[in-house]
């Protein structure tokens, strides 16, 4: 068998057998197949399209690229959520905290920053000291103590996945539903779970930016998920305007510990409350996801679950006395506001979640090519969502960069993503449905 025949084959729309699909996967994690061929494939892939059957043999390869977790006896309370990525999606460090803190074991595998998108992984790295590359032992101990680690793949577990999401980064790969399938579900797989949230993200800020690609994703991801046993919910989020108000490694965890303490944006709250409800229901702690959202609101509402974050922290070699106090964390960047013009007023209809990922990217806080260090500081914060009033003058947003060329560039494309009208507009639905193996339940 040789790649460049493989390439051919799906350049030409051929389907690949699974030996094929093994060569290639196992070839470019033990490093004889070079990026460049690899690029072709994921191109060609992505042009050509995969069928079911190739998208279930390649989550199960990239899956077996590395070690899986085991639980043993435990394992029925092994829950985890993902989100398909978003722009100031800062659920995962406001929900493993809370859902922890109720009992439920998390080992959570989460990505770094992907296309525009965020990942939870630079988020983490953003607090003082923490470590995410831990070992298995480091993991399987972590989580008998503590119930919850907060990790990235590794060179042990899904490598194929640590590798490839790297390459679709910048080639232009990753908003393709059979990789964004075999990239989420190898690692949940991998972490040995009994049952997984996913928060499938639709709108502009999202792989998915039409709805109906959107739907196919959260179907794909519930066929691929329970074909391997493990029970599978998606729920539907918009992701048209970014989620909360901070986009941004260090100022996500800065707004996740405000949502611990039950303040900064109710929005980023209820969906992180939503998400929590369903993984209590899933572990069993709770009879059904209103019932674990119940649950979860009291571990945020006795400070519980703010408690329970700076244990992880300080669990993973990090600095605890910034989550309790944010204020401590060395700063290095001083915030320039954006105001609104001086004859503006009405109502803010729309935010694009799109260009504000591309302003805070350039800014530093994404990676434009693989090798990039992002700059944990950088980003934006929001000072208004969709819906709200405006009034001349008023400041809408706080860029945090450090060049000033660049800083005014963005405050000019941080007021053109910004939508007003005379008319008031009603506050968008966050949650849009929800889809089990029995199939979708209209939330609205
Ligand atoms: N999150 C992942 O882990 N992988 C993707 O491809 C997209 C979102």
Known sequence: MDALAIIKKKRDGQRLSRSELSFLIEGYTTKRIPDYQMSAFLMASQLRGMSPEETIVLTELMLKSGRVLDFGAESLRVIDKHSTGGVGDSVSMILAPIVGSCGVRIPMISGRALGHTGGTLDKLEAIPGLRTNLSI??????????????????QEITPADRLLYALRDVTASVDFIPFITASILSKKLAEGLS???????????????????????????????EYFGMTTIALL?????????????????????????????????ELSLTLSGEMIA?????????EGMQIARDAVSSGRALDFFAKIVSAQGGDPKVITNPTLRMRSIEPVTVNLP????????????????????NLGAGRLVIDDEVDHEAGIVLHLSVGDRVTPGLPIASIFGRNADLIDASSQKILDAFQLSESPIKKPDLIIDRLTSKGWTSES
């Open 342 to 361: 001086l004859d503006i007023h009405g109502f803010v209809t729309d935010i694009d979640a799109y260009q504000i990922a591309e302003v805070a990217n």
């Open 282 to 290: 899933l572990a069993g702690l709770a009879d059904d996801p209103s």
């Open 237 to 269: 989020t918009n992701m048209d305007q970014p989620l909360g108000r901070a986009i941004g490694n260090w100022l996500e965890v800065e707004e996740s510990i405000e949502c611990l303490k039950g303040q900064g944006s109710q929005e980023l709250l």
């Open 137 to 154: 032992s480091e993991i399987y101990q972590q989580i008998q103590d503590l119930g919850v680690v907060m990790i990235g793949a590794t």
């Open 195 to 225: 049952g997984l949230v996913l928060d499938v993200k639709s709108g502009r800020g999202a792989f998915m930016t039409d709805s109906d690609q959107s739907r196919k994703l959260a179907e794909t991801l519930v066929m691929v998920g």
